[in-house]
């Protein structure tokens, strides 16, 4: 004989969480009363939360790859392959001056990619957010 008792007490049915919520179905026994289960809904507070750590984590990868990628590229060159970073550019500086110069566009261009995003897609959901919060004014000095 089996010492696992689950078959005695079974685990009450819970609907999955994508369950639309519908009228609870009938029972066959008149005495048993139904509590209809809670349904969580998918929007709501919790969900921008997630999406809004979701967006701001993907900018900052983004962003940081961006701007380390070019300089962890710019310094792998540098050492694997010096003879390429002495050789002339078309402009006639050495190329790997070339390289180095290109590094701060490239950084704003890193900065001015990470405020376009953010203002696009994070800073409406941060708004949003604010907005179940209750939080006053929607933080751009305007109450």
């Not at 967006?55 to 300089?71: C, D, E, H, K």
């Not at 050495?94 to 001015?112: D, F, H, K, M, R």
């Amino acid at each position: 004989m089996s010492s696992d008792s689950s078959e005695l007490y079974p685990a009450p049915h819970r609907p999955a969480r994508h369950a639309f919520p519908g009228p609870a179905p009938q029972s066959h026994r008149a005495s048993e009363v139904r509590v209809p289960a809670r349904v969580r809904s998918w929007t709501g507070p919790h969900r921008d939360l997630r999406l809004l750590r979701r967006a701001s984590r993907r900018l900052r990868r983004v962003a940081t790859l961006a701007a380390l990628g070019y300089f962890a590229v710019f310094l792998t060159l540098t050492v694997r392959l010096p003879s390429l970073m002495t050789r002339p550019a078309p402009g006639g500086l050495p190329t790997g001056l070339l390289l180095a110069l290109v590094q701060l566009p490239v950084t704003w261009l890193a900065v001015l990619l990470y405020e376009f995003t953010a203002r696009r897609y994070v800073d409406p959901l941060a708004r949003r957010v604010r907005r179940y919060a209750g939080g006053a004014g929607d933080g751009e000095g305007r109450p």
